[in-house]
C-alpha cells in the first residue's frame, strides 16, 4: 500500500484535470482511494521520472517526460506519476 501525504493528494486535486476530463475526487479520501487504485507512484527526482517510464518500456527519447499527462509536479521537487 502506498502512502500518499497532504502535499501529493493536495497536487493531484488540483491537477487532476491534466489527465481526466472530469474530476475523478472531490476530497483527499477520495483522492487517496483513487491514487492507491490505480497505484500511482510518487518519485523523488525528475531523473527518477525518466527512470519509470524506461524501466515502462516508454520510449522517452527526444520528449520531456515532465510534460506527460500522468506526471504531477508535486512543487517540492518529487513528482507524482498517474497511469489513467
Known sequence: MHEYDETVLKCFLE???QLFP???ADSM???EA???DCMAVVVD???EVEE???DAGVDT???DVLEADEVF???DGRYLIVEG
Open 52 to 54: 519509470y517510464f524506461e
Open 61 to 63: 527519447e527526444g520528449s
Open 73 to 75: 509536479d508535486i512543487g
Open 34 to 36: 483513487f491514487l492507491e
Open 22 to 24: 472530469e474530476d475523478v
Open 15 to 17: 491537477n487532476q484535470g
Open 29 to 31: 479520501e477520495a483522492a
Open 45 to 47: 527526482s525528475a531523473e
